[in-house]
């Protein structure tokens, strides 16, 4: 873009540090790194003194601000030259645009200026009619009819009164909705008191059964949840509904309040004079068809947009939750990718990862191969000393976690443990390039079993060779944005991977390429240096791969980790630029680095401000104290796993009042999703999640937590399970639960869904909006895609 004047960049860094809760001076700083080229782990991480100590969060949020805002300035500008260039700027219409605060605003003011196509009132003034409109408008005492007939010109295309005083009203409709402080105001309004109306398109109620709730369902737009707006549009897009917005509650009082106010803004009132009634039928039409359309076009998309804001946030933090779960660690691992028919896929890795040995059981119908298909998998166990069984979670999962189960049982020397696991977008791995390229002359349908055992073993290292959108933890996530989407959960990615660190020695091009600073190309680079080579032996090598220099090389070198190398600190997250820090702080001790790092005991004993200089201040310096003290450490949780009931393999097994074991598979806005291992994840409604009022789920459970549930209700025709972790809350009156979750005995037929809306009593929560059939149904097939 072009470069900004300082006062405008000035007007940014203000705008955002009061957004970021920062200083101006710390957002340009900020600013100056991220045009520099500096990433955001590499910023929040080795920048701190430069930026006053923004964390990654506020970084983002900063990324994105400085995108909107440099675009919002990029178009003021734009506006400013278009209307100059009409010779139409004034002092005063220059001043509203440049306090403009939002593109909405923005465009509010150029809509008079900005070029159209030929539209019913250009053709009216062309024909002559302005002088009738403006007259009619100023002097209200006189007939239309009669003024207009004097205007009466067919040669111009003006056939007859009725055509004159068509073009007249043409022209104030035009003059009048083009007036940025009416049309504000009306947006105001609209956006306070505006009510979205949902009504079931005749003849399509069977068609959109699961969408009944919203069959007719009015809510007030600034409200509506995230999710349910999604769901609306979802409906409507599928011509199941049609969607309006209705000016108030009731409509026909709102529809009145807002002509008048389009009235008053031109000058027009009801005084009895002949031209009046006119004049305010000219208003009424401005406002129905012109204005209302307008701001409805504009509010629901304003609306669409942040709910795909929310939505690409529940996506970003579930993703976050998942990349970060705890890993198995190195240890040889089984991975068990089930199916019926076509047999159960065998992949065994061992404790790097490497693929060892493969095979293809059949244990279930139609070939029953069961003790066949254990004294295969006891054999590979027994030769490549297995630990750890990873069984997918998709179809055949119960019959094959029973059959790891046996194995277990009849190999008790081996020691296994058998974990379920996400499955999820492990085809889409399987029959990617990537995994063309890393299992040349693999079977397809053998390569998700190699990627369902890595994925214990190092679920970050595993999922990032699979597209964000792919691993299905979103809401609504075909809905929104896909460039949105796409950018939102990349960054999220780059954030989880740095924030673990990466074994450059080991990783993979796909977890190098998301390494802050490295391109495709680079990781590629480094892997095939390290084919041709050998390990690296220091980072300092790293500048040998081809086309990773020194400015890669510094946004890259402190996530790169490489042990038992040459330099100690090269398996820590201490930077290089920072070393010569480490060896004022082992110079002190007096002791070499190899006995220093790990002894926490005369780590804290040190003080900080001693080892500071003009590059490097208190807050690196704590860091790398830090990480002396415990080099290397992973951020991620302990490895813990669930276990699933004996003899619940199918949702026709669970009954109300059973306590049960769960994972986290999934959390939305209206609640959480669990992994019970019966094929169908239950629901948490987010009235159930815990003894008290919950406003957003993520505060109290994460995608990977291992819960225990109490079964609310079971519903096998629609699939539906109903959950509640208020496990001493009595089970709903028999007919009266609900599958979605909720406690209570609401007619879900008699009860809209806006009447259904969360309320506090005394910090508890009672009852909150219901997933309503197309929400839940909708959701559970995005998942499952």
Same mark, same amino acid.
């Given at each position: 873009?072009?470069?900004?004047?300082?006062?405008?960049?000035?007007?940014?860094?203000?705008?955002?540090?009061?957004?970021?809760?920062?200083?101006?001076?710390?957002?340009?700083?900020?600013?100056?790194?991220?045009?520099?080229?500096?990433?955001?782990?590499?910023?929040?991480?080795?920048?701190?003194?430069?930026?006053?100590?923004?964390?990654?969060?506020?970084?983002?949020?900063?990324?994105?601000?400085?995108?909107?805002?440099?675009?919002?300035?990029?178009?003021?500008?734009?506006?400013?030259?278009?209307?100059?260039?009409?010779?139409?700027?004034?002092?005063?219409?220059?001043?509203?645009?440049?306090?403009?605060?939002?593109?909405?605003?923005?465009?509010?003011?150029?809509?008079?200026?900005?070029?159209?196509?030929?539209?019913?009132?250009?053709?009216?003034?062309?024909?002559?009619?302005?002088?009738?409109?403006?007259?009619?408008?100023?002097?209200?005492?006189?007939?239309?009819?009669?003024?207009?007939?004097?205007?009466?010109?067919?040669?111009?295309?003006?056939?007859?009164?009725?055509?004159?005083?068509?073009?007249?009203?043409?022209? *104030? @409709?035009?003059?009048?909705?083009?007036?940025?402080?009416?049309?504000?105001?009306?947006?105001?309004?609209?956006?306070?008191?505006?009510?979205?109306?949902?009504?079931?398109?005749?003849?399509?109620?069977?068609?959109?059964?699961?969408?009944?709730?919203?069959?007719?369902?009015?809510?007030?737009?600034?409200?509506?949840?995230?999710?349910?707006?999604?769901?609306?549009?979802?409906?409507?897009?599928?011509?199941?509904?049609?969607?309006?917005?209705?000016?108030?509650?009731?409509?026909?009082?709102?529809?009145?309040?807002?002509?008048?106010?389009?009235?008053?803004?031109?000058?027009?009132?009801?005084?009895?004079?002949?031209?009046?009634? =006119?004049?305010?039928?000219?208003?009424?039409?401005? =406002?129905?068809?012109?204005?209302?359309?307008?701001?409805?076009?504009?509010?629901?998309? $304003?609306?669409?947009?942040?709910?795909?804001?929310?939505?690409?946030?529940?996506?970003?933090?579930?993703?976050?939750? *998942?990349?970060?779960?705890?890993?198995?660690?190195?240890?040889?691992?089984?991975?068990?990718?089930?199916?019926?028919? &076509?047999?159960?896929?065998?992949?065994?890795?061992?404790?790097?990862?490497?693929?060892?040995? $493969?095979?293809?059981?059949?244990?279930?119908?139609?070939?029953?191969? =069961?003790?066949?298909?254990?004294?295969?998998?006891?054999?590979?166990?027994?030769?490549?000393?297995?630990?750890?069984?990873?069984?997918?979670?998709? $179809?055949?999962? !119960?019959? &094959?976690?029973?059959?790891?189960?046996?194995?277990?049982?009849?190999?008790?020397?081996?020691?296994?443990?058998?974990?379920?696991?996400?499955?999820?977008?492990?085809?889409?791995?399987?029959?990617?390039?990537?995994?063309?390229?890393?299992?040349?002359? *693999?079977?397809?349908?053998?390569?998700?079993?190699?990627?369902?055992?890595?994925?214990?073993?190092?679920?970050?290292?595993?999922?990032?060779?699979?597209?964000?959108?792919?691993?299905?933890?979103?809401?609504?996530?075909?809905?929104?944005?896909?460039?949105?989407?796409?950018?939102?959960?990349?960054?999220?990615?780059?954030?989880?991977?740095?924030?673990?660190?990466?074994?450059?020695?080991?990783?993979?091009?796909?977890?190098?390429?998301?390494?802050?600073?490295?391109?495709? &190309?680079?990781?590629?680079?480094?892997?095939?240096?390290?084919?041709?080579?050998?390990?690296?032996?220091?980072?300092?090598?790293? *500048?040998?791969?081809?086309?990773?220099?020194?400015?890669?090389?510094?946004?890259?070198?402190?996530?790169?980790?490489?042990?038992?190398?040459?330099?100690?600190?090269?398996? %820590? %997250?201490?930077?290089?630029?920072?070393?010569?820090?480490?060896?004022?702080?082992?110079?002190?001790?007096?002791?070499?680095?190899?006995?220093?790092?790990?002894?926490?005991?005369?780590?804290?004993?040190?003080?900080?401000?001693?080892? $500071?200089?003009?590059?490097?201040?208190?807050?690196?310096?704590?860091?790398?104290?830090?990480?002396?003290?415990?080099?290397?450490?992973?951020?991620?949780?302990?490895?813990?796993?669930?276990?699933?009931?004996?003899?619940?393999?199918?949702?026709?097994?669970?009954?109300?009042? @059973?306590?049960?074991?769960?994972?986290?598979?999934?959390?939305?806005?209206?609640?959480?999703?669990?992994?019970?291992?019966?094929?169908?994840?239950?629901?948490?409604?987010?009235?159930?999640?815990?003894?008290?009022?919950?406003?957003?789920?993520?505060?109290?459970?994460?995608?990977?937590?291992?819960?225990?549930?109490?079964?609310?209700?079971?519903?096998?025709?629609?699939?539906?399970?109903?959950?509640?972790?208020?496990?001493?809350?009595?089970?709903?009156?028999?007919?009266?639960?609900?599958?979605?979750?909720?406690?209570?005995?609401?007619?879900?037929?008699?009860?809209?869904?806006?009447?259904?809306?969360?309320?506090?009593?005394?910090?508890?929560?009672?009852?909150?909006?219901?997933?309503?059939?197309?929400?839940?149904?909708?959701?559970? !097939?995005?998942?499952?895609?």
């Amino acid at each position: 873009m072009s470069q900004l004047n300082p006062a405008t960049a000035l007007r940014i860094a203000e705008a955002i540090a009061q957004e970021i809760n920062a200083r101006p001076a710390q957002v340009n700083a900020a600013v100056g790194l991220l045009d520099e080229g500096a990433t955001v782990p590499f910023i929040a991480r080795y920048r701190k003194e430069v930026t006053g100590g923004l964390d990654d969060t506020q970084l983002r949020n900063l990324e994105v601000r400085l995108v909107y805002l440099r675009e919002l300035e990029e178009r003021r500008a734009a506006i400013l030259g278009s209307i100059e260039e009409q010779g139409k700027l004034s002092d005063e219409l220059r001043r509203d645009i440049e306090s403009a605060d939002s593109k909405a605003r923005l465009e509010d003011l150029y809509l008079p200026y900005k070029p159209k196509r030929r539209t019913r009132a250009q053709i009216a003034r062309e024909a002559g009619l302005e002088p009738l409109a403006d007259g009619l408008l100023a002097d209200p005492t006189q007939a239309p009819e009669v003024f207009a007939a004097s205007f009466v010109d067919a040669g111009k295309g003006v056939a007859d009164v009725k055509a004159a005083l068509d073009g007249a009203r043409a022209i *104030l @409709m035009e003059r009048i909705g083009e007036q940025a402080t009416l049309v504000g105001e009306l947006r105001e309004r609209l956006t306070r008191q505006g009510q979205l109306k949902a009504s079931v398109i005749a003849g399509k109620e069977n068609e959109g059964a699961k969408y009944s709730d919203y069959f007719d369902h009015a809510e007030p737009l600034h409200n509506i949840a995230s999710h349910r707006l999604l769901a609306l549009l979802r409906a409507r897009r599928e011509e199941i509904i049609s969607l309006d917005l209705l000016p108030a509650a009731d409509a026909e009082a709102g529809h009145a309040q807002c002509e008048a106010i389009v009235a008053q803004h031109a000058g027009i009132g009801d005084r009895g004079r002949p031209a009046d009634r =006119w004049l305010l039928d000219t208003c009424r039409l401005t =406002w129905k068809a012109k204005l209302l359309i307008h701001l409805s076009l504009d509010l629901l998309n $304003t609306a669409r947009e942040k709910a795909e804001a929310e939505a690409i946030a529940v996506f970003g933090d579930n993703l976050k939750d *998942l990349l970060l779960a705890a890993p198995a660690g190195p240890k040889a691992v089984l991975g068990l990718d089930p199916g019926l028919r &076509t047999g159960v896929k065998v992949a065994v890795v061992d404790a790097t990862g490497k693929l060892v040995a $493969t095979d293809t059981i059949y244990p279930h119908e139609p070939r029953r191969q =069961w003790d066949q298909s254990i004294a295969t998998l006891g054999r590979l166990c027994a030769q490549h000393g297995v630990s750890l069984i990873a069984i997918g979670n998709g $179809t055949a999962s !119960r019959e &094959t976690d029973k059959l790891a189960g046996e194995l277990i049982q009849k190999y008790p020397q081996l020691k296994l443990t058998k974990l379920i696991v996400s499955e999820a977008g492990a085809s889409v791995y399987s029959a990617s390039e990537l995994a063309a390229r890393e299992f040349p002359g *693999l079977d397809v349908s053998l390569r998700g079993a190699v990627s369902i055992a890595r994925r214990l073993q190092d679920p970050l290292a595993e999922l990032v060779k699979i597209e964000p959108k792919s691993i299905g933890v979103g809401q609504y996530q075909h809905d929104v944005n896909p460039f949105a989407l796409a950018r939102a959960l990349d960054a999220k990615v780059e954030d989880c991977v740095n924030a673990v660190g990466v074994h450059v020695n080991t990783a993979s091009s796909a977890l190098l390429a998301r390494v802050s600073g490295l391109s495709s &190309t680079v990781a590629e680079n480094i892997v095939a240096y390290r084919d041709q080579h050998g390990a690296f032996k220091s980072r300092k090598e790293l *500048l040998k791969v081809p086309r990773l220099g020194d400015k890669t090389f510094e946004q890259c070198a402190g996530f790169l980790r490489i042990a038992d190398g040459d330099e100690p600190l090269d398996a %820590s %997250s201490v930077h290089p630029e920072a070393y010569p820090v480490v060896e004022k702080i082992v110079k002190n001790c007096g002791r070499p680095i190899q006995q220093l790092i790990g002894d926490g005991a005369t780590l804290r004993q040190l003080k900080p401000e001693a080892f $500071t200089d003009e590059k490097f201040g208190l807050p690196t310096v704590r860091d790398i104290l830090k990480e002396l003290e415990k080099p290397g450490r992973d951020p991620r949780p302990e490895f813990k796993t669930a276990r699933f009931a004996d003899g619940i393999e199918s949702i026709a097994d669970l009954k109300p009042g @059973m306590l049960l074991e769960g994972v986290i598979s999934n959390v939305a806005a209206f609640g959480a999703f669990v992994d019970l291992g019966v094929h169908q994840d239950g629901l948490i409604h987010i009235s159930a999640l815990a003894d008290r009022f919950v406003k957003d789920p993520r505060e109290v459970v994460k995608v990977g937590d291992i819960v225990k549930v109490r079964v609310i209700d079971v519903d096998l025709k629609r699939q539906r399970i109903a959950l509640t972790r208020r496990l001493d809350d009595p089970l709903p009156t028999p007919g009266m639960g609900n599958a979605d979750g909720r406690r209570g005995g609401n007619d879900r037929a008699s009860a809209r869904p806006q009447d259904r809306a969360p309320r506090r009593d005394h910090g508890a929560q009672r009852s909150a909006p219901p997933v309503g059939n197309a929400l839940a149904d909708a959701f559970a !097939r995005a998942k499952r895609s």
